[in-house]
């Protein structure tokens, strides 16, 4: 893991709350996607409830951030083909979140929101592809920041027919914004960053022999199998992310202290851009998380950097599925587990504090 001043590589931001619950109703919030350009989506977010509804905005459909916010499927005519989403994966604390994170919406009101999608996936190569959304977003009750719940959506599904060469200059322009010289991650930040690498180091340790010796009811609680195969892919995983919190100044990933590409919105504790292979971490995380929890499934510095560390692709390439905590962890298939990002950081978190 480098410690690093430099960005020039184009990426895009993924993300959701650290959090998960059960969802609303499913008709209680609807989207519709209709193209206004050749790569740009208008979204309207309409909520079709009897009661003003507060969205969370950070990390959503709803937010300036480009996340995830569409899925794409390119149209061939011989087989359906996922474009490979090249962002940034955000990871929010919850229990830090202001006004400034959630937008209201009245009932029988509508938000619009635009965003241009080849700025998330690489639309260079043109021609016609299917995008819709599905998804979920926290709420809070009215005149609060505390999630309470999410509410789940499902949009139309369109087809847009993309000019490759102008999707490609909407990547070119964002490469040249996020082209920034400056230099971070010293002083106090270094010392924050140093100690909660050292620490993730041993959660991961721990958690290798865990995966590999340990009892089959925890693998099973997180993993939802304990059989040698899991079990030798979760200690790999583990394996991997110590060597890289171990590497403070080599390994596979860059690591910042300074936001590279406007993405430390209000409530975002980091972000990973897995293709690119760096880490930011934001002021939140810097300044204001613990660097360790005594909680079965608290967050802190150190099991965040585990987290952000499975993002990369040289470790396992994980996803978030759109959920953070334990419920999401409960939630999710066993093949997913084994791809979750939250899944490693909680196990690792489990371990740690002796649950």
């Known amino acids: 893991m480098k410690f690093s001043s430099i960005l020039s590589l184009a990426s895009l931001a993924s993300a959701a709350p650290y959090f998960h619950s059960n969802e609303g109703s499913p008709d209680a919030l609807s989207v519709k996607l209709e193209m206004v350009g050749n790569s740009d989506v208008k979204a309207s977010i309409t909520n079709n409830g009897n009661a003003k509804l507060r969205l969370l905005k950070t990390g959503t459909i709803l937010g300036s951030t480009p996340v995830e916010k569409v899925q794409n499927t390119e149209v061939n005519y011989i087989e359906d083909q996922e474009i490979a989403f090249g962002g940034v994966h955000l990871i929010i604390a919850y229990d830090m979140l202001e006004d400034g994170a959630f937008q209201d919406i009245d009932a029988g009101q509508t938000a619009e929101v635009t965003f241009d999608v080849a700025q998330i996936r690489d639309l260079s190569n043109g021609g016609k592809f299917d995008i819709s959304a599905t998804g979920s977003i926290p709420f809070a009750n009215e005149g609060s920041n ?138 939140l995380y810097l300044t204001r998380l613990p660097l360790n929890s005594q909680s079965c499934y608290g967050q802190s510095q150190s099991n965040t950097i585990v987290h952000e560390v499975t993002h990369l692709s040289q470790v396992k390439g994980t996803n978030d599925y759109g959920g953070y905590g334990f419920a999401s962890v409960q939630n999710l298939t066993a093949a997913q587990n084994i791809i979750h990002a939250d899944t490693y950081a909680l196990f690792a978190q489990n371990i740690y504090a002796g649950c």
Not at 248 to 275: K, M, P, W
């Open 146 to 283: 505390t999630v309470a719940g999410a509410v789940s959506y499902a949009s139309n599904k369109i087809q847009a027919d993309v000019d490759g060469q102008k999707a490609s200059l909407s990547r070119l322009v964002l490469d040249q914004k996020r082209t920034v010289v400056k230099p971070d991650c010293t002083g106090s930040n270094y010392t924050v960053v140093r100690a909660a690498l050292r620490n993730c180091a041993s959660l991961a340790q721990a958690a290798t022999q865990a995966a590999s010796f340990g009892p089959d009811a925890r693998m099973q609680k997180f993993y939802k199998a304990a059989d040698k195969t899991t079990r030798g892919t979760v200690a790999g995983v583990f394996e991997k992310v110590k060597n890289e919190c171990l590497s403070f100044d080599a390994g596979v990933s860059s690591l910042y202290c300074s936001d590279r590409f406007n993405s430390c919105a209000e409530g975002v504790l980091a972000y990973t851009v897995a293709q690119a292979s760096y880490m930011v971490y934001c002021n």
